[in-house]
C-alpha cells in the first residue's frame, strides 16, 4: 500500500494518536479510543485558540482547559507534552499510568502543573467548567473597568457520551444557561460509543436539543474527523456568542485509523494489542517507531511556547497599565490570585460568653458568614435552594446572576450535585475565591461523589450543612440523618465538624477559610444550643479539648460532639454533685484530633482503660477509636422517625437524666 505524504497538520494530530496508542500499549493499561478520536477538534482547539504558557501553567489570564472525559487522559499528556509544558515530558508519557508518575490514569490538578481540575468521574469535568467560567465571570464583573481589561479568558471543555449521560452534567449544564456564561465553550466528542458498545442501547436523545433547552448555543460538526475548517470555524462562532454558553456536537470515530477495531466498544478502554497497533501504523502512513514524534510536527507543535510568553507579556504590560490607573484595586486583584487572606480577618469571627442567647448553630453560622464576608471579599456561595433553612445568604451582596456577575450569592437550584462539582471548580481556579455550598446534612448523599473529589483533589470547598440530627424533627426519617456523619468522617482530607456552639461555629469558619488545600465540611445544628463555658475558637483547631473538669484521673469522660456537649455538661454537673469526678470533652472534628502530637492526645484521655462515655445523635461507627478499652456510647443505629424534634432526641435517650444513668452504668455505679 502507498501512503500519500501527510500534511504538517496530519503530522500534528497523528503525533497525538500515537504517543496515546504506544503509551497505552506500553502499560497494557488505558484509554486509547478517546485520543485517537478527538486528536483533530484537540489540535485544532490548541494550535488556533487556546491561550495558554506552557513555561508558566499558572499564569493568571490563561484559558482553562478541561478534559471531562478523563479517562481518555492520554490525550491531555499528549497535548501538554507536545506544547511544551515541562511537566509533561516523553518520559513521563512512557511512565503512563505507573507508581510515581505524573501521567497518571486520570488527569489529577495535585499531581501534574497544568491540569486545571481532576476528572475521571464521568460528568464532574463539565460541571468543574462551569465553575471555572462562573470565576472568571465574578471576577471580571468585580476588576475590569471600561478602560482596562483585566480579566479576559475562556473555559473550553472536551466532554463524551458519558459526560452526558450523568446526571451531575445536567445540573451543572442547566444551570450555566441559566447564567449565560458566554466564555464557557464545551466540545462534545460525540462518537457514539461506550464500553458497552453503540450508545443506541441506552442513549438515543438528541443531545443538542436538550442543550438548546438549557439555553445554551448549540452547533454540529457532522465531520470531526477530517473538517478541520468546520471545527475551527465552529469554535470562531462560539466565541462570537457572548451571552450564551456553546456546546458544539462534533462527530467523532473512536479509534479513529484502527483498521478493526475503530467505532466499537473494544477500543475505549483496552489497549489495541501489537498487531492492531501495526496495523493502524500502516492505515495512517505513520512510519515511526514508538514514542518518536516528527521533527516537523514537533517543531510547529513547539510554537505553543513562545505564543504563550506572549500572550502572559501582553497580559503584563496590560496589568501593569491597569495598576497605574487603579492601584487600589490591582492590590486587592494581586492579593486574592496570591491566596493572601487580608491582614486580621480573623478578627471579625463573632465571639460569645455563657449567658449570651441560645443559638441554634445554624444561626450562628449566618452570623460568622456575615461577620467575615465583610473582611473577606472573596468569599462566595450560595444554597440548593434552601437559603433561608441554611441561613446562608449573605445580606447586602447582590446575587451572581446573568448581567450581574459582581453578585457573591450563588443560586444553585435544587442541585446539591452539581452545586459541590460547581464549586471544586472555583476552589481550583487559582483565582483566589472561597467557595461555600449549602443543603441539608442528609442531602450530602446526593453530592458525595464532589465531596469526595474535593478531598481528593486538594479543593477548599467550605460545605455548610444543617439540620444535622433526629432533632430536625417532623420531617421524619428521610431527612434525619444517621449514618452520615460517620461517613462523610471516612473521607481522606475532609475536615468533618459539628461545633457545639458560637465559638465553635467561629473556630470552625476559621479553620475552614484556612484551609485553602483541604475541604470543610460544617454540619450545624436547627435547635438552640446554649453558648457553652470553656468553648474558644482557638480550642477548635485541637480538634478536641477538654471543656471542664481538669482531673489528671477522672472517674469518667464525657465525650460529645455538637448539640450533645451541652447534654454531656449538664449530666457532668450532676454527677459532680454526687461526688464523681468528670471530664466534659467536646470533640469538634476528629481529623483535626488526629493532627495532634501523642503528647496532647493523652492530656484529652490519659490512658486506655480510662471509663469514658460518648454522646452524640448518630451511628456509633467509627467511635470505637476514642471510646477506650471500658467505653460506650448512646449512639442512634436505625434511622429516625417523624416527631417533634425534642421528642425524637428523647425517645433515643438524649437527656440528661440518660446521660446521667449510662455514665453510672460504665462506672460500675
Given at each position: 500500500?502507498?501512503?500519500a ?22 502499560a ?47 490525550l ?11 511537566s ?14 505524573k ?30 467560567a462562573?470565576?472568571?465571570?465574578h ?15 475562556y ?12 446526571g451531575?452534567s ?17 466540545l ?19 443531545v ?19 473538517d ?29 485509523g ?9 477500543v475505549?478502554?483496552?489497549a ?10 500502516k ?11 516528527p ?13 504563550g ?6 497580559w ?5 497599565a ?8 490591582a ?23 455563657p ?31 434552601l437559603?433561608?433553612?441554611n ?13 450581574s ?5 450563588l ?5 446539591e ?22 443543603t ?5 448523599d ?7 473529589l ?21 420531617d ?7 449514618e ?5 468522617r ?31 465540611l460544617l ?15 482557638d480550642a ?20 460529645g ?23 466534659v470533652?467536646?470533640?469538634?472534628c476528629?481529623e ?12 484529652i ?32 443505629e436505625?434511622f429516625?422517625?417523624?416527631?417533634p ?16 444513668a ?6 460500675g455505679?
Open positions: 500500500m502507498v501512503v505524504a501527510q500534511s504538517l497538520e496530519e503530522l500534528c494530530i497523528n503525533s497525538i494518536r500515537f504517543l496515546a496508542i504506544d503509551a497505552v500499549e506500553k497494557k493499561s488505558g484509554h486509547p479510543g478517546l485520543p485517537m478520536g478527538a486528536a483533530p477538534m484537540s489540535f485544532v482547539l490548541w494550535d488556533k485558540f487556546l491561550r495558554v504558557n506552557p513555561k508558566n501553567p499558572s499564569w493568571f489570564n490563561r484559558d482553562r482547559f478541561v478534559l471531562s472525559a478523563g479517562h481518555g487522559s492520554m491531555q499528556y499528549a497535548l501538554m507534552y507536545l506544547a511544551g509544558f515541562d509533561v515530558s516523553l518520559d513521563d508519557i512512557k511512565q503512563f499510568r505507573q507508581w510515581g508518575s501521567t497518571p490514569g486520570h488527569p489529577e490538578n495535585f499531581e501534574t502543573p497544568g491540569i486545571e481540575v481532576t476528572t475521571g468521574p464521568l460528568g464532574q469535568g463539565i460541571c468543574n467548567g462551569v465553575g471555572l462562573m470565576s472568571e465571570a471576577l471580571a464583573a468585580t476588576f475590569n473597568k471600561p478602560d482596562a481589561t483585566i480579566v479576559d479568558h473555559t473550553y471543555v472536551i466532554l463524551g457520551d458519558g459526560c452526558n449521560m450523568e451531575v445536567g445540573e451543572a449544564c442547566s444551570l450555566a444557561g441559566h447564567l449565560g456564561l458566554g466564555k464557557l465553550i464545551a462534545y466528542d460525540d462518537n457514539h460509543i461506550s464500553i458497552d458498545g453503540d450508545t443506541a442501547v441506552s442513549f438515543t436523545e438528541d443538542g436539543k436538550r442543550f438548546e433547552a438549557y439555553g445554551w448555543h448549540v452547533q454540529e460538526v457532522p465531520n470531526g474527523d477530517t478541520l475548517d468546520a471545527i475551527q470555524k465552529a469554535i470562531e462562532v462560539a466565541k462570537s456568542v457572548t451571552d450564551k454558553p456553546s456546546l458544539l456536537k462534533v462527530r467523532t470515530t473512536i479509534g479513529y484502527s483498521p478493526n477495531k475503530a467505532n466499537t466498544g473494544g475505549h478502554g483496552a489495541l494489542g501489537g498487531d492492531e497497533v501495526e496495523a493502524t501504523r492505515n495512517l502512513g505513520w512510519d515511526y517507531e514508538p514514542f518518536v514524534v521533527e516537523d510536527a514537533l517543531s510547529h507543535w513547539r510554537k505553543a511556547v513562545d505564543r510568553a506572549k500572550y502572559e507579556s501582553e503584563n504590560e496590560a496589568f501593569a491597569y495598576k497605574s490607573k487603579y492601584a487600589s484595586e492590590a486587592e486583584f494581586e492579593r486574592r490570585v496570591s491566596g493572601k487572606l487580608p491582614d486580621g480577618w480573623e478578627k471579625s469571627l463573632p465571639q460569645y460568653a449567658g449570651d442567647k441560645a443559638l441554634a448553630t445554624r444561626q450562628t453560622s449566618e452570623k460568622t458568614l456575615n461577620a467575615i464576608a465583610q473582611s473577606l471579599p472573596e468569599l462566595i456561595g450560595g444554597s440548593a435552594d437559603t433561608h433553612s441561613l446562608t445568604l449573605l445580606k447586602g451582596y447582590g446575587d451572581f446572576q446573568k448581567g456577575y459582581d453578585g457573591r450569592n443560586r444553585f437550584g435544587v442541585r450535585h452539581g452545586m459541590g462539582a460547581i464549586c471544586n471548580g472555583i476552589a481550583l481556579d487559582k483565582s483566589g475565591l472561597i467557595p461555600y455550598c449549602a441539608f446534612l442528609v442531602f450530602a446526593y453530592m458525595r461523589a464532589a465531596i469526595r474535593s478531598a481528593l483533589s486538594q479543593a477548599g470547598v467550605i460545605y455548610i450543612m444543617t439540620h444535622d440530627s433526629i432533632a430536625l424533627g417532623e421524619g426519617p428521610t431527612h434525619q440523618p444517621v452520615t456523619i460517620a461517613s462523610l471516612a473521607i481522606p482530607n475532609l475536615l468533618v465538624f459539628r461545633p457545639a456552639d458560637g465559638n465553635e461555629t467561629s473556630g470552625a469558619y476559621k479553620i475552614a477559610v484556612e484551609r485553602r488545600h483541604q475541604p470543610s454540619a450545624m445544628t436547627r435547635q438552640a444550643l446554649p453558648q457553652l463555658d470553656g468553648s474558644s475558637i477548635v483547631a485541637r480538634g478536641a479539648y477538654i471543656l471542664s473538669g481538669s482531673d489528671d484521673l477522672p472517674d469518667i469522660i464525657l465525650v460532639t455538637g448539640s450533645e456537649v451541652s447534654l454531656c455538661v449538664s449530666a457532668a454537673e450532676k454527677l459532680r454533685a454526687e461526688g464523681h469526678k468528670v471530664r470533652v467536646s470533640m469538634p476528629w483535626l484530633f488526629e493532627e495532634q502530637d501523642e503528647a496532647y492526645k493523652n492530656t484521655f490519659p490512658k486506655a482503660d480510662q471509663k469514658r462515655l460518648v454522646v452524640e445523635a448518630a451511628s456509633s461507627f467509627g467511635w470505637h477509636k476514642y471510646m477506650g478499652n471500658d467505653g460506650a456510647m448512646i449512639s442512634i436505625r429516625g422517625v417523624s416527631a424534634g425534642g421528642v425524637a432526641m428523647e425517645k433515643f435517650g438524649y437527656t440528661v437524666d440518660n446521660v446521667v449510662e455514665a453510672k452504668k460504665v462506672m455505679k
